[in-house]
């Protein structure tokens, strides 16, 4: 049986260098052998910019739902935003906020963000772990932070972020994997 991963990014645009993160991350958890990972990657811009004005579940697009729904019912998520004004962006909380408030109980979740610089390179902690706390998800203890300059042309190109890349997706697959 395949296990079911999405990669969600908070990014409002391509190429992005949130996504370049978490997909960073995917890459690694397919490198470990006992993985077995189906892996889906989505953006805000899959989930479609209109649902920003939406309120109620009912009022979002169908491929709006059937994102929400791969996130609630996959064995684990792989999320991360860009960093706006010191925290995640509003965006990105608008998605969870559709999210039903059972649905990632003790389900692993791994946790990346960028920003502008190394300022607010605790944003994980303070925003993106309390979020998930809130769920009962079983967060990564390794979360994963990128400046703009840890890039190159959308490219990570920093060998320290890519070493906790490694480590926080050898967490992820092993969390992952001992809920089966
Ligand atoms: C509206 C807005 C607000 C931002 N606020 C911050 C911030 O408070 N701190 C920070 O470090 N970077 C901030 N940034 C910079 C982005 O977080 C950073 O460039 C990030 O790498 C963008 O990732 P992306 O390529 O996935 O969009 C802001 C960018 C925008 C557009």
């Known amino acids: 049986m395949a296990i079911e991963i999405i990669v969600f990014s908070g990014a409002t645009h391509r190429p992005s260098k949130t996504t370049t993160l978490l997909q960073a991350l995917a890459s690694e958890c397919k490198k470990i052998p006992e993985g077995g990972f189906?892996?889906?990657t989505f953006d805000l811009l899959d989930v479609g910019l209109e649902f920003g004005a939406a309120i109620n579940r009912d009022e979002l697009s169908s491929k709006a739902r059937a994102i929400i729904d791969a996130v609630e019912i996959a064995d684990g998520l792989i999320v991360g935003s860009p960093v706006y004004k010191g925290a995640y962006s509003g965006?990105?909380?608008?998605?969870?906020?559709?999210?039903?408030?059972?649905?990632?109980?003790?389900?692993?979740?791994?946790?990346a963000a960028c920003?502008?610089?190394?300022?607010?390179?605790?944003?994980?902690?303070?925003?993106?772990?309390?979020?998930?706390?809130?769920?009962?998800?079983?967060?990564?203890?390794?979360?994963?932070?990128?400046a703009d300059s840890d890039f190159h042309q959308y490219r990570l190109c920093e060998s320290g972020v890519t070493e906790r890349v490694a480590q926080a997706a050898f967490e992820f697959t092993h969390l992952v994997r001992s809920q089966f």
């Open 91 to 111: 965006l990105f909380k608008h998605f969870f906020d559709f999210v039903d408030p059972l649905a990632l109980l003790r389900k692993p979740v791994c946790l």
């Open 115 to 146: 920003g502008g610089g190394h300022r607010h390179a605790l944003v994980v902690e303070q925003f993106l772990r309390p979020l998930f706390g809130f769920f009962g998800a079983l967060t990564v203890p390794t979360s994963v932070y990128a």
């Open 38 to 40: 189906n892996i889906s």
